[in-house]
């Protein structure tokens, strides 16, 4: 099992050509907080533009700000 904790950081003008532009979180048993994070101008061609969380990544996002991200379909995206 992982845990990943990012705190205080910034995702900017970041791209991924399919998804999760700002932060692509996958795992099969795991978590992820993403605590005071600013994800700006980042972009995804498909899934989430700031954030996509996959497989069975269990998210916690607190006091993060997302402007100006872009992706054809979520800016922000959890998919199981």
Known sequence: ????????????????????GGLFCYTTDGTALVHSCNFK??????????????????LTMHNTVATGNASKLGLLKEQL
């Open 1 to 20: 099992k992982c845990a990943v904790n990012i705190l205080n950081s910034k995702f900017e003008n970041n791209t991924a050509t399919h998804r999760g």
């Open 41 to 58: 101008n980042n972009s995804a061609t498909n899934y989430g533009g700031a954030v996509l969380a996959s497989g069975k990544c269990n």
